[in-house]
């Protein structure tokens, strides 16, 4: 249902010695809150902090996160929305990967906390344009949670026929993003294609067709496609490759506009359905979080592998040739699509995805050159070697935004332990989860396309949210 949140686990108390820092926002969506608490542990276990918010597990031991070990303390940083209320606890858990979906893998180690996220309120305000042929129409939007309100909404302008407008309102909400459906107060709904609410962090956003994009104007309403180049040779590598594009939605409709590229290895898996192993199907994880209102739309290139791809893919800490690769891609491939298809062409604009080893060779790549690539996704990326993360370990922090996600399944949990061992290098390094770093795991998931191709829409979302 539009109105209903999901229910929260409850909490059980127990005394134990906590603490909490709060940091000043830097927007008013936002605002980094600092956890952290003195426990002691058995082996193979760790802390972690459980919260009825989404950003803190929303109440289910299992999604509870783990905190990072600094000598005797356990601490943690994490994004809320700012002046947000919110309840925690702290519990220690098992790290065996086969318990982690467990719920009742956990003993509480502190009592219920109560908190509000500083920040001033901390209020997003989004004004929404919906264009329909309803005769009178109201928005239904969260306000805070539990909290969903109605606004009316007044016509702004006309729309594309005579039974049609253009409505307006301007809501407020606490949440850090505004979640809303609008309905005509007699019992029709607008909901998205497949069901659900809009969401959107937008402070002007319109609404048509089942379409949310960011601004005044309606989406375009096209339709996304492929372009493939075949055998483009590399005269850096010595060796050919095809070259898979994708152009978002608006792409052809609005053809002074300009996009971000997301950069994507192995490229003939990541679209269509005739991929090896049913590939990931990027394309259709993009049309739906752009036609959701949930992602920028980009530009995705798509880069196939070779015969050398495990040397390409190898970070030269780990004897492979990963500088060559980032250099063919940061000195060939990137001016040559810069020159073909309209992108924005700037760091903040341009991110590396891959999974495996190509998840690690997109760390590698966003380590080395952050200068060119300011968004990072990894899933499932090989960090069992570790040459890479002692690496980070070691130097200075990047100004990065990076994705890292696993499973916890298969014969080696999917690398779930190291995947873990370098988000905590980067919570170290002052990186913030929900921030600068998103981090997943995707329990029952092992180490193939098939769940990388459900949650790639995840990593997504984090590296290009609508704006």
């Not at 026929?161 to 253009?166: K, P, Q, R």
């Not at 959701?292 to 739309?297: A, D, K, L, S, V």
């Not at 922090?397 to 779930?416: E, I, K, M, P």
């Amino acid at each position: 249902m539009h109105d209903q949140l999901a229910p929260t686990r409850p909490f059980i108390a127990v005394a134990a010695i906590v603490a909490i820092t709060l940091v000043a926002p830097a927007t008013a969506e936002a605002v980094e809150v600092r956890f952290e608490v003195r426990q002691d542990t058995g082996w193979g276990e760790s802390v972690y902090v459980i919260g009825d918010r989404p950003e803190l597990g929303d109440g289910d031991r299992a999604g509870a996160l783990r905190m990072v070990p600094d000598g005797g303390l356990w601490r943690l940083a994490v994004d809320l929305p700012a002046g947000a209320a919110y309840r925690y606890q702290y519990l220690v858990r098992s790290n065996d990967a086969d318990r982690l979906a467990d719920a009742g893998n956990a003993r509480a180690v502190s009592g219920v906390i109560d908190a509000t996220a500083p920040g001033g309120g901390g209020e997003l305000t989004v004004r929404v344009r919906y264009v329909s042929g309803f005769s009178q129409a109201m928005l239904r939007y969260g306000y805070a949670d539990g909290d969903w309100r109605d606004a009316a909404m007044t016509i702004v302008g006309n729309g594309r026929n005579a039974s049609e407008h253009v409505w307006e309102a301007t809501v407020r909400t606490r949440r850090g993003e505004l979640e809303f459906v609008p309905h005509d107060g007699a019992g029709r709904w607008d909901n998205p294609p497949g069901g659900g609410n809009y969401r959107t962090r937008a402070a002007t956003a319109t609404l048509q067709d089942g379409r949310l994009a960011a601004g005044t104007q309606p989406a375009s309403g096209g339709s996304s496609r492929i372009e493939i180049v075949r055998r483009w040779y590399s005269r850096i590598l010595g060796n050919a490759r095809d070259v898979f594009v994708y152009l978002p939605p608006s792409y052809d409709a609005q053809p002074g506009r300009r996009f971000p590229v997301l950069y994507a290895h192995d490229g003939q898996n990541i679209f269509g359905p005739d991929a090896m192993f049913g590939g990931w199907r990027m394309e259709l994880a993009a049309d739906r979080m752009i036609r959701e209102g949930r992602m920028e739309e980009v530009i995705i290139v798509g880069l196939a592998n070779t015969s050398g791809r495990m040397s390409e893919y190898m970070p030269n800490e780990e004897g492979g040739d990963g500088r060559r690769y980032t250099s063919f891609i940061v000195d060939e491939i990137k001016p040559w699509v810069d020159r073909t298809w309209r992108t924005k062409t700037g760091r903040e604009s341009t991110g590396v995805i891959g999974s495996s080893l190509g998840g690690l060779i997109s760390v590698f790549i966003g380590w080395e050159r952050p200068d060119v690539f300011g968004k990072v996704g990894s899933l499932s990326g090989s960090f069992w070697l570790p040459e890479l993360s002692n690496r980070i370990e070691r130097e200075p922090r990047r100004d990065v935004r990076v994705w890292l996600d696993s499973g916890n399944a298969g014969n080696s949990d999917d690398s779930l332990e190291n995947t873990i061992r370098l988000r905590d290098i980067l919570l170290r390094k002052g990186f913030v989860l929900g921030d600068d770093l998103g981090h997943l795991v995707d329990y029952g998931a092992s180490h193939n396309e098939v769940y990388w191709r459900g949650r790639v829409h995840r990593a997504l979302e984090f590296l290009f949210p609508a704006r």
